[in-house]
């Protein structure tokens, strides 16, 4: 066998050796035809990571730009959101402006219909007399407000049912206010007498029904008789003394105005003519003026006494009548004097044919 084996040997050895060398090309071959580019397994992971990270790193970076603008976007949006708001403050500012403007417009429009003097920021007055009369306007215009709120304040104490002191405390108080009234009606007088006597502070209606610059008493009395019911037979008997003493007053003032009158149109009508650019009788024209002139000058004594009249005429129903009574007249004397302006209010704005 051995011997077989060695034959056998020698005589293929040239076949092995081609398959051998066949064999080694093909491995060759194989090996050319494997790219040189393919990357081993490891390189190929950190390949693959590499790319992740990077992309991860992008996508990070994308996240804060696009937070940002949101933020951004947000705040603008805010911003725009307040301005229109501060926008629509100022027009509603505006707009309240506007109508406060006309609203003062009409109701100085319409004080100017009722007669009520109120003159311009550059008027200056030109005597002692129009600065008295401007100034008690002034003073009773404040003295109205005020008079309002006191008379408010007794409603409602009254309406809430409130005790006796608390009455007498808020009663005495508007009383003394009225006295302030006559005090500076009495200072507005010494100024000027006719600006009183004519109640150009007061509205139209309220001119109507003016006896010397004011109320009449005895009116007051017989409208309080009316409101104040259930009262007792004392104080019945009591108003009705005090009304026809207040007639009686009041009827001797009158007269003495009018005999006043008739003394100042006497003066004038029994002197001496005075012509217009004449020099001739100006002596005599000069004394009959000076005359008259001196006889108007009671007539700030008949202003006052009417005026002490009627505070003494509240002072007395004060004393007939009881705290809660007397509560009560205070506010049906107020409403009527509201009523009074309520009426010339609407008799102004009456429509016209």
Not at 24 to 49: C, F, H, N, W, Y
Not at 217 to 232: D, G
Not at 274 to 299: E, F, H, R, W, Y
Request: aromatic content about 6%; some cysteine.
């Amino acid at each position: 066998m051995y011997r077989g084996f060695r034959s056998c040997n020698s005589v293929q050895l040239p076949i092995c050796q081609s398959i051998q060398l066949a064999r080694v090309s093909d491995i060759e071959l194989s090996a050319r035809s494997v790219p040189k580019t393919l990357p081993t397994q490891p390189q190929l992971e950190l390949g693959q990571l590499a790319s992740l990270t990077a992309s991860g790193s992008g996508d990070k970076s994308k996240d804060k730009l696009g937070q940002k603008a949101l933020r951004r976007l947000a705040q603008n949006r805010e911003a725009a959101r307040k301005s229109r708001l501060r926008k629509k403050a100022y027009v509603e500012q505006l707009e309240n402006s506007r109508l406060k403007l006309a609203q003062l417009e009409q109701e100085l429009q319409r004080a100017r219909q009722q007669g009520i003097f109120i003159p311009n920021p550059g008027d200056k007055p030109h005597s002692t007399g129009e600065n008295g009369a401007l100034a008690f306007d002034t003073d009773y215009a404040r003295w109205q407000e005020d008079h309002s709120k006191q008379i408010n304040e007794l409603r409602g104490a009254l309406n809430s049912h409130a005790g006796d002191d608390d009455l007498r405390r808020i009663v005495d108080s508007i009383m003394a206010h009225y006295g302030e009234a006559f005090r500076l009606k009495g200072v507005a007088a010494k100024a000027d007498a006719f600006h009183v006597l004519s109640g150009m502070w007061k509205t139209p209606v309220e001119r109507c029904f003016l006896w010397l610059g004011e109320f009449r008493p005895s009116e007051l009395l017989k409208l309080l008789a009316s409101r104040l019911e259930p009262l007792t037979e004392q104080q019945l008997a009591s108003i009705c003394s005090l009304q026809q003493s207040s007639q009686q007053a009041e009827e001797d003032l009158s007269q003495g105005v009018k005999a006043l009158q008739q003394s100042v149109a006497e003066a004038l009508a029994l002197g001496s003519p005075c012509p217009a650019g004449s020099s001739g009788n100006a002596a005599d024209c000069s004394g009959q003026m000076a005359v008259a002139i001196g006889k108007l000058g009671t007539l700030e004594n008949f202003l006052q006494e009417a005026d002490n009249l009627r505070l003494q005429t509240l002072q007395q129903i004060q004393s007939v009548l009881t705290t809660r009574q007397s509560a009560r007249a205070l506010l049906a004397i107020s409403d009527y004097f509201s009523r009074l302006r309520a009426l010339s209010s609407l008799w102004i704005a009456r429509p016209r044919e």
